[in-house]
């Protein structure tokens, strides 16, 4: 009865209430944290749903009459018709209709996914066996994020999505997600903020985010990769500027990269 109720509230109470992770008997989507999450959620809401629910009510109520009207009792003698040219046509241009209402908005908001506006931010992403590893191209900064065992979870660090090192952004700033592989398929994925991009070996996939709230937000790897795939999770931190500054100035000296850092090693010795 306790689940029941879960899933009632998840079906029909707005999901603000929600937290920026996947909850338990969840059926809706996670709290819309970017305009593209947004628009996301609108189109399925006010769109999809709606035609779905008349559709299935529609073929609902054709197989009740069908069953009623053409039953063996009702009719000892069965019509031979074969064709009804009327409904031939009907069924045919109405689905065309109702495909064409939904690829207007549809391919508006994939358009607008598709093309990147001038970035902040830009970060790397890459997918290994089974881990992501980041660079922040611009600052020298790279770094491995493994996902954090259950015994090592901190009280506030959800299961299977907390990880050591978290991919900081600074709010309502554009961040451009340069996305690959090192092995085999993967795909980086933040439900929040509307992302998923397929990470393949030798290619560099695009997407982009601009975070409207301060606060963590957890993806997952969502290309089946192997053994390990439940296992490379995605944390995002979003922060203010100033902590982002702040991060930025530990973050270049802990994250350096290795032939950087020798760089200036060899540099200093001179």
Same mark, same amino acid.
């Given at each position: 009865m306790k689940k029941i109720f879960y899933i009632f509230l998840g079906t029909f109470i707005s999901q $603000? @209430? /929600?937290? $920026? %992770?996947? *909850?338990?008997? %969840?059926? #809706? /989507?996670?709290? @819309?944290?970017? +305009?593209?999450?947004?628009?996301i959620v609108a189109f399925h809401d006010k769109l999809l749903l709606p035609i779905i629910i008349a559709i299935s009510v529609f073929v609902l109520f054709l197989m009740l009459y069908a069953c009623v009207r053409f039953r063996a009792s009702a009719n000892p003698n069965p019509?031979?018709?074969?064709? $009804?040219?009327?409904? =031939? *046509?009907?069924?045919t241009l109405i689905p065309c209709l109702i495909l064409i209402v939904m690829a207007v908005p549809s391919f508006k908001i994939l358009y607008k %996914?598709?093309?990147?506006?001038?970035?902040?931010?830009?970060?790397?992403?890459? #997918?290994? %066996?089974?881990?992501? #590893?980041?660079e922040y191209p611009d600052e020298n900064i790279i770094f491995d994020s493994y996902m954090i065992e259950e015994k090592d979870l901190k009280a506030d660090q959800p299961r299977l999505l907390a990880v050591d090192n978290e991919v900081v952004v600074p709010v309502d700033k554009v961040v451009k997600v340069l996305i690959t592989a090192n092995d085999v398929l993967h795909a980086w994925a933040l439900p929040? /903020? #509307?992302?998923?991009?397929? @990470? *393949?070996?030798g290619r560099i996939n695009e997407t982009w985010f601009k975070a409207e709230k301060v606060g963590t937000y957890y993806g997952q790897c969502s290309e089946l990769c192997g053994i390990k795939h439940a296992f490379m999770p995605i944390t995002v931190r979003v922060v203010?500027?100033?902590?982002?500054? +702040?991060?930025?100035?530990?973050?270049?000296?802990? /994250?350096?990269?290795? =032939?950087?850092? $020798?760089?200036k090693l060899k540099l200093a010795s001179k």
């Open positions: $603000n @209430a /929600f937290a $920026n %992770q996947p *909850v338990d008997w %969840q059926l #809706g /989507f996670q709290k @819309a944290a970017s +305009e593209s999450m947004r628009e019509s031979k018709r074969t064709h $009804n040219v009327t409904v =031939e *046509v009907l069924w %996914q598709d093309t990147i506006p001038k970035a902040d931010l830009t970060i790397k992403a890459i #997918g290994y %066996q089974w881990y992501w #590893g980041y929040s /903020f #509307g992302v998923k991009r397929d @990470a *393949v070996p203010s500027d100033e902590e982002y500054e +702040e991060w930025l100035s530990e973050a270049r000296v802990k /994250f350096a990269k290795e =032939e950087i850092e $020798n760089d």
